[in-house]
Protein backbone atom coordinates (compact mmCIF):
# COMPACT_ATOMS: atom_id res chain seq x y z
CA UNK A 1 0.00 0.00 0.00
CA UNK A 2 1.22 3.53 -0.89
CA UNK A 3 0.33 6.21 1.92
CA UNK A 4 0.04 9.85 1.64
CA UNK A 5 0.44 11.41 5.27
CA UNK A 6 -0.99 15.33 4.95
CA UNK A 7 -0.59 17.39 8.47
CA UNK A 8 -1.49 20.75 9.17
CA UNK A 9 -3.49 22.84 10.98
CA UNK A 10 -6.54 23.20 8.59
CA UNK A 11 -7.87 26.49 9.90
CA UNK A 12 -9.87 26.73 8.13
CA UNK A 13 -9.70 23.53 4.85
CA UNK A 14 -9.91 24.44 1.57
CA UNK A 15 -9.73 24.10 -2.00
CA UNK A 16 -6.12 24.29 -2.48
CA UNK A 17 -5.70 21.54 0.47
CA UNK A 18 -8.06 19.05 -1.23
CA UNK A 19 -6.70 20.14 -4.70
CA UNK A 20 -3.23 19.64 -3.58
CA UNK A 21 -4.48 15.59 -1.99
CA UNK A 22 -6.17 14.89 -5.57
CA UNK A 23 -2.93 15.60 -7.72
CA UNK A 24 -1.19 14.23 -5.37
CA UNK A 25 -3.02 10.67 -5.09
CA UNK A 26 -3.05 10.76 -8.53
CA UNK A 27 0.26 11.03 -9.52
CA UNK A 28 1.75 8.83 -6.77
CA UNK A 29 -1.09 6.26 -7.37
CA UNK A 30 -1.44 6.63 -3.51
CA UNK A 31 -4.05 3.95 -1.98
CA UNK A 32 -5.44 5.97 0.83
CA UNK A 33 -4.53 8.85 2.40
CA UNK A 34 -4.60 10.60 6.03
CA UNK A 35 -5.43 14.00 6.40
CA UNK A 36 -4.50 14.77 9.99
CA UNK A 37 -5.13 18.06 11.80
CA UNK A 38 -2.52 19.39 14.27
CA UNK A 39 -3.97 20.09 18.01
CA UNK A 40 -1.80 22.87 18.90
CA UNK A 41 0.44 24.00 15.49
CA UNK A 42 4.18 24.19 17.16
CA UNK A 43 4.42 26.95 14.69
CA UNK A 44 1.64 29.10 15.11
CA UNK A 45 0.63 31.89 17.31
CA UNK A 46 -2.26 29.89 18.65
CA UNK A 47 -4.96 33.15 18.22
CA UNK A 48 -7.04 32.73 16.09
CA UNK A 49 -7.00 28.72 15.62
CA UNK A 50 -10.65 27.66 15.84
CA UNK A 51 -11.36 24.38 18.02
CA UNK A 52 -10.26 21.48 16.87
CA UNK A 53 -13.31 19.81 16.84
CA UNK A 54 -14.58 22.98 14.21
CA UNK A 55 -11.72 22.51 12.49
CA UNK A 56 -11.78 18.38 11.62
CA UNK A 57 -15.85 18.41 11.14
CA UNK A 58 -14.99 21.02 8.25
CA UNK A 59 -12.44 18.82 7.10
CA UNK A 60 -15.22 15.75 7.05
CA UNK A 61 -17.91 18.26 5.30
CA UNK A 62 -15.06 18.75 2.52
CA UNK A 63 -14.16 15.29 2.06
CA UNK A 64 -17.58 14.28 2.07
CA UNK A 65 -18.70 16.83 -0.61
CA UNK A 66 -15.22 16.16 -2.86
CA UNK A 67 -15.76 12.82 -5.03
CA UNK A 68 -12.48 12.33 -6.60
CA UNK A 69 -11.10 11.60 -2.91
CA UNK A 70 -13.95 10.63 -0.94
CA UNK A 71 -13.45 7.51 -0.58
CA UNK A 72 -9.33 7.02 -0.38
CA UNK A 73 -9.00 10.32 2.16
CA UNK A 74 -9.02 9.05 5.68
CA UNK A 75 -9.39 12.22 8.19
CA UNK A 76 -7.21 11.00 11.09
CA UNK A 77 -7.58 12.31 14.96
CA UNK A 78 -4.01 11.05 16.14
CA UNK A 79 -2.75 14.59 16.82
CA UNK A 80 -5.50 15.51 18.66
CA UNK A 81 -5.52 12.75 21.09
CA UNK A 82 -2.19 13.23 22.09
CA UNK A 83 -1.44 16.05 24.91
CA UNK A 84 0.99 18.73 24.21
CA UNK A 85 1.82 20.22 20.62
CA UNK A 86 1.48 18.39 17.49
CA UNK A 87 4.94 17.08 16.61
CA UNK A 88 5.26 15.39 13.27
CA UNK A 89 8.08 12.77 14.14
CA UNK A 90 5.21 11.17 16.90
CA UNK A 91 2.84 11.01 13.99
CA UNK A 92 4.44 9.70 11.49
CA UNK A 93 6.16 6.93 14.45
CA UNK A 94 2.43 6.21 14.83
CA UNK A 95 1.41 5.04 11.45
CA UNK A 96 4.57 3.21 11.13
CA UNK A 97 3.34 1.48 14.04
CA UNK A 98 0.06 0.71 13.20
CA UNK A 99 0.58 0.07 9.07
CA UNK A 100 1.30 -3.21 7.37
CA UNK A 101 5.11 -3.06 7.57
CA UNK A 102 5.48 -2.94 3.27
CA UNK A 103 3.47 0.58 3.30
CA UNK A 104 5.47 3.24 1.63
CA UNK A 105 4.47 5.99 3.53
CA UNK A 106 4.38 9.89 1.50
CA UNK A 107 4.71 12.62 3.93
CA UNK A 108 2.95 15.38 2.02
CA UNK A 109 3.74 19.17 2.45
CA UNK A 110 3.79 22.61 1.03
CA UNK A 111 6.69 24.13 -0.45
CA UNK A 112 6.70 26.52 2.37
CA UNK A 113 6.12 24.70 4.93
CA UNK A 114 9.22 22.52 3.41
CA UNK A 115 11.75 24.75 3.90
CA UNK A 116 10.86 25.43 7.34
CA UNK A 117 11.64 21.99 8.28
CA UNK A 118 15.16 21.88 9.72
CA UNK A 119 13.05 23.78 12.82
CA UNK A 120 10.66 20.42 13.48
CA UNK A 121 11.52 18.69 16.42
CA UNK A 122 13.67 15.22 15.24
CA UNK A 123 13.72 16.28 11.32
CA UNK A 124 16.55 14.56 10.29
CA UNK A 125 15.08 11.15 11.93
CA UNK A 126 12.32 12.22 9.62
CA UNK A 127 14.42 11.79 6.56
CA UNK A 128 15.42 8.21 7.80
CA UNK A 129 11.70 6.86 7.99
CA UNK A 130 9.43 9.07 5.45
CA UNK A 131 9.72 9.91 2.16
CA UNK A 132 8.66 13.76 0.71
CA UNK A 133 6.32 14.99 -1.76
CA UNK A 134 6.98 18.54 -1.44
CA UNK A 135 4.16 20.43 -3.80
CA UNK A 136 5.78 23.22 -4.88
CA UNK A 137 4.01 26.38 -6.89
CA UNK A 138 6.70 26.88 -10.01
CA UNK A 139 6.97 30.67 -11.26
CA UNK A 140 5.64 30.71 -14.65
CA UNK A 141 8.87 32.24 -16.19
CA UNK A 142 11.44 28.99 -17.03
CA UNK A 143 14.26 30.50 -15.74
CA UNK A 144 12.64 31.84 -12.72
CA UNK A 145 11.63 27.88 -12.11
CA UNK A 146 15.44 26.88 -13.16
CA UNK A 147 16.44 29.64 -9.89
CA UNK A 148 13.54 27.54 -7.30
CA UNK A 149 14.86 24.24 -8.37
CA UNK A 150 18.54 25.25 -7.28
CA UNK A 151 17.45 26.70 -4.43
CA UNK A 152 15.55 24.07 -2.70
CA UNK A 153 18.22 21.64 -4.05
CA UNK A 154 20.68 23.80 -2.20
CA UNK A 155 18.71 23.83 0.75
CA UNK A 156 17.87 20.08 0.90
CA UNK A 157 21.91 19.18 0.37
CA UNK A 158 22.90 21.87 2.97
CA UNK A 159 20.42 21.55 5.43
CA UNK A 160 19.88 17.41 5.42
CA UNK A 161 22.19 15.93 3.66
CA UNK A 162 24.91 16.29 0.84
CA UNK A 163 24.21 12.89 -0.07
CA UNK A 164 21.05 13.68 -1.70
CA UNK A 165 21.35 14.01 -5.63
CA UNK A 166 18.80 14.22 -8.07
CA UNK A 167 18.04 11.09 -9.63
CA UNK A 168 15.91 11.48 -13.23
CA UNK A 169 15.14 8.55 -13.74
CA UNK A 170 12.94 8.53 -10.49
CA UNK A 171 12.23 11.74 -10.56
CA UNK A 172 13.38 12.77 -7.36
CA UNK A 173 16.33 13.43 -4.68
CA UNK A 174 17.26 10.37 -3.45
CA UNK A 175 20.06 9.23 -0.75
CA UNK A 176 21.23 6.13 -0.02
CA UNK A 177 21.04 5.99 3.57
CA UNK A 178 17.65 8.33 3.26
CA UNK A 179 13.87 8.32 1.66
CA UNK A 180 13.83 9.96 -1.24
CA UNK A 181 11.92 13.42 -1.62
CA UNK A 182 9.76 14.42 -4.50
CA UNK A 183 9.32 17.95 -5.89
CA UNK A 184 5.81 17.92 -7.33
CA UNK A 185 4.42 21.15 -9.34
CA UNK A 186 0.56 21.49 -8.91
CA UNK A 187 -1.28 24.00 -10.48
CA UNK A 188 -1.54 27.26 -8.26
CA UNK A 189 -4.87 27.63 -6.54
CA UNK A 190 -4.04 30.90 -5.19
CA UNK A 191 -5.43 30.24 -1.32
CA UNK A 192 -4.23 30.08 2.19
CA UNK A 193 -6.10 29.60 5.25
CA UNK A 194 -4.53 33.14 6.20
CA UNK A 195 -6.40 34.80 3.23
CA UNK A 196 -9.54 33.02 4.38
CA UNK A 197 -9.41 34.25 8.10
CA UNK A 198 -8.76 37.82 6.53
CA UNK A 199 -11.67 37.62 4.43
CA UNK A 200 -14.51 36.59 6.75
CA UNK A 201 -13.24 39.14 8.91
CA UNK A 202 -13.52 41.80 6.40
CA UNK A 203 -17.13 40.17 5.95
CA UNK A 204 -16.55 39.17 2.05
CA UNK A 205 -17.43 36.10 0.71
CA UNK A 206 -14.94 33.13 0.69
CA UNK A 207 -17.53 31.13 -1.07
CA UNK A 208 -15.15 30.87 -4.13
CA UNK A 209 -12.41 28.80 -1.74
CA UNK A 210 -13.64 26.35 0.25
CA UNK A 211 -16.92 23.33 0.00
CA UNK A 212 -20.31 25.53 0.00
CA UNK A 213 -20.68 22.62 3.06
CA UNK A 214 -17.99 24.51 4.78
CA UNK A 215 -18.51 27.92 4.33
CA UNK A 216 -22.11 26.85 5.90
CA UNK A 217 -20.65 25.79 9.07
CA UNK A 218 -18.42 28.56 9.08
CA UNK A 219 -21.51 30.75 8.97
CA UNK A 220 -23.80 29.40 11.37
CA UNK A 221 -21.04 28.65 14.12
CA UNK A 222 -19.24 32.33 13.20
CA UNK A 223 -16.13 31.14 13.23
CA UNK A 224 -13.27 33.58 12.22
CA UNK A 225 -14.98 36.93 12.47
P1 LIG B 1 -2.06 29.31 6.96
O1 LIG B 1 -2.28 30.43 5.99
O2 LIG B 1 -2.83 29.47 8.24
O3 LIG B 1 -0.64 28.92 7.17
P2 LIG B 1 -2.42 27.22 4.99
O4 LIG B 1 -3.40 27.54 3.91
O5 LIG B 1 -0.97 27.32 4.66
O6 LIG B 1 -2.79 28.05 6.28
P3 LIG B 1 -1.94 24.88 6.55
O7 LIG B 1 -2.91 24.20 7.42
O8 LIG B 1 -0.86 25.71 7.15
O9 LIG B 1 -2.77 25.77 5.50
O10 LIG B 1 -1.31 23.88 5.51
C1 LIG B 1 -1.30 22.51 5.54
C2 LIG B 1 -0.44 22.07 4.36
O11 LIG B 1 -1.06 22.46 3.13
C3 LIG B 1 0.95 22.73 4.35
O12 LIG B 1 1.88 21.73 4.00
C4 LIG B 1 0.82 23.79 3.27
O13 LIG B 1 2.06 24.06 2.65
C5 LIG B 1 -0.15 23.15 2.29
N1 LIG B 1 -0.94 24.14 1.52
C6 LIG B 1 -1.55 25.24 1.98
N2 LIG B 1 -2.18 25.91 0.99
C7 LIG B 1 -1.96 25.22 -0.15
C8 LIG B 1 -2.37 25.40 -1.55
N3 LIG B 1 -3.10 26.44 -1.96
N4 LIG B 1 -1.93 24.48 -2.45
C9 LIG B 1 -1.18 23.44 -2.05
N5 LIG B 1 -0.77 23.20 -0.76
C10 LIG B 1 -1.17 24.07 0.18
MG1 LIG C 1 0.53 27.38 6.15
Not at 95 to 104: A, C, N, Q, T
Not at 192 to 198: C, E, G, K, V
Request: proline share 5%.
Amino acid sequence: MRIGLFGGTFNPVHNGHLKAVYEVQKRFALDKSYIIPSAIPPHKKQDGVVDAKDRIEMIRLAVLNSPDIMESVVISDVELKRSGPSYTIDTVLHFKSILPEDSRIYFILGLDAFLEIDTWKSYMDLFLLTSFIVITRFPAKQNDISIMRKSLENYLQNRISLNYKYSDSESCYVNNERKPVFFFDVNPLNISSTRIRRLISQGRSIRLFVPEKVDDLIKTKGLYL
